[in-house]
Each structure stands twice: as C-alpha cells, then as structure tokens.
T-cell receptor, first 112, second 113 residues
C-alpha cells in the first residue's frame, strides 16, 4: 500500500541554522512527490514538487528537496531558516485516482 | 486567476445534525478533491469529483457525500454528524492531466458538539 512516513513529529531549530525534514515513501512505481506547508488554521501551500528528471528540485521560500530512489526518500532542506518558516510541513505522494497521500507532518519551531 | 475558496470558514454543529461545506475551484480546474484533517494529523482523502461524478473515494462512510456542479464548484455533505467528524475540511482543485498539482483552499473548521 502507498504510504508516507515523516519520522520527526516536532523539530526545533535556531534562526539562521540549516534545516532538513525527512520523508520516506512507499510506492511501487515512480512516485510523484510534494512538500506542502501549513500555517496554523490555514490551508496547504505547495513548496515544491517532483515528477521526474533532476532529483534535486527547487521550491519557493528558499526550500529544496532531493529525491533518492534507493532510499525511498524525499527530504526537504533549507540552508538558513527564518522565524517565518515556523509552521507544519507535510510530505505527500500521489496515489490512485490522483489522490494525495500525506504523512503525519512535522511541526517546525524556530528559536530567535 | 482566482484561487480555491471555501465557505464557511468555521462552523459549529450538534451531534446528529447535517452539514454542507462549499468549495469554488480555481479557474481552469475541472477536478475537485476533499480531505479531512483531524487535529495533529495529516489530511486524509475523502473523495474526488470529475465531470460531476465521484471518481475515487477514501475510507469514509456513505454519510459523507458530495456534489460537483457544471462550473466545477463542489459541496461536501455530512449526515448524522459524530463528534469525531470535528476537523479541518480541505478542498483541492486541479486539472485532470498528469504532472499537475493540486491547489488547496483555506479550509472549513467544523466543530461537532
């Protein structure tokens, strides 16, 4: 069955520090992968997507993610975190009927 | 182009009541999907509509139903509300093509008391 695992429920980093949020997926074929960000009480905003091609994808707000087929991973990275990046981050894979299968999310806190 | 809009933003209902949530899809999009996001969890797929017909359903009971209209807007109806139905309900619209992304509305926060 298709699934997404985000091993870290909560991460705290200092402003200016680098960030890596982990995502592992289970999918039989070549996956379509996404990272979304959600501020409290808000909808989901797309950060970046991977469909095919270059395994390092660039997104908005300075985020990037790397697709590693051998590790079934699609980790999100940012070299320098800003206080405004505090939010919840969701990794998702496209399943049957083009539905999105989401992980449980990682809540990011940023210390000044 | 207009984004995905949902109404109402917040709603409080009593257990056993019925509720209708509304979604206007983004201009040019013909597919609408609904998701339920319980507190502290990731969104869960409820169902998808394309050409006014249900086109895929997640693990939700029949008291969750929907409609899609000719202008591609959509409704989510939930009958016989239960306390566990309290959640953020998200609507997403997309084009029915490969390699396209879904755009989400701000959601409707439903509280069942």
């Amino acid at each position: 069955a298709q699934s997404v695992t985000q091993p870290d429920i909560h991460i705290t980093v200092s402003e200016g520090a680098s960030l890596e949020l982990r995502c592992n997926y289970s999918y039989g074929a070549t996956p379509y992968l996404f990272w979304y960000v959600q501020s409290p009480g808000q909808g989901l905003q797309l950060l970046l997507k991977y469909f095919s091609g270059d395994t390092l994808v660039q997104g908005i707000k300075g985020f990037e993610a790397e697709f590693k087929r051998s590790q079934s991973s699609f980790n999100l990275r940012k070299p320098s975190v800003h206080w405004s990046d505090a939010a919840e981050y969701f990794c998702a894979v496209v399943g049957g009927y083009n539905k999105l299968i989401f992980g449980a999310g990682t809540r990011l806190a940023v210390h000044p | 182009e207009t984004g995905v809009t949902q109404s109402p933003t917040h709603l409080i209902k009593t257990r056993g009541q019925q509720v209708t949530l509304r979604c206007s899809s983004q201009s040019g999009h013909n597919t609408v999907s609904w998701y339920q996001q319980a507190l502290g969890q990731g969104p869960q797929f409820i169902f998808q509509y394309y050409r006014e017909e249900e086109n895929g359903r997640g693990n939700f009971p029949p008291r969750f139903s929907g409609l899609q209209f000719p202008n591609y807007s959509s409704e989510l109806n939930v009958n016989a509300l239960e306390l566990d139905d309290s959640a953020l309900y998200l609507c997403a619209s997309s084009k029915r093509e490969p390699n396209t992304e879904a755009f989400f509305g701000q959601g409707t926060r439903l509280t069942v008391v």
